[in-house]
């Protein structure tokens, strides 16, 4: 099973950029791989997804703004995120499970990895 660790996150003014990264302890080539959010008092929320071939799949509110990424080693996951508003402030989490699949599923209950999670909070 992946250990995950999340790193990156911050405190940045509305309209700037963050790289949210996440370390997996080996290759992440059979997984779907995701990054979900949390702000207090909202249930976890799906951002952005990428599937083992590298197809990318995002959340409404995030389209056109984030990116998800893998490196070459498949180890580590990016998130760049551009353009941030106060409402992208949260706990961030990546989080994976096995996948052979051409899409990943968007729900949090279906991953079983998940990473510690990183705060972003973005001022106005």
């Known amino acids: 099973e992946l250990h995950l660790v999340d790193s990156g996150g911050g405190s940045v003014q509305a309209g700037g950029s963050l790289r949210l990264s996440c370390a997996a302890s080996?290759?992440?080539?059979?997984?779907?791989m995701g990054w979900f959010r949390q702000a207090p008092g909202k249930e976890r929320e799906g951002v952005a997804f990428?599937?083992?071939?590298?197809?990318?799949t995002y959340g409404d509110s995030v389209k056109g703004r984030f990116t998800i990424s893998k490196d070459a080693a498949k180890t580590t996951l990016y998130l760049d995120m551009n353009s941030l508003k106060p409402e992208d402030t949260a706990m961030y989490y990546c989080a994976g499970k096995v996948s052979y699949g051409s899409t990943c599923p968007r729900i949090a209950t279906d991953y079983t990895m998940w990473g510690q999670g990183t705060q972003v909070t973005v001022s106005s």
């Open positions: 080996e290759h992440t080539g059979n997984h779907c």
């Open positions: 990428i599937t083992r071939y590298g197809g990318e």
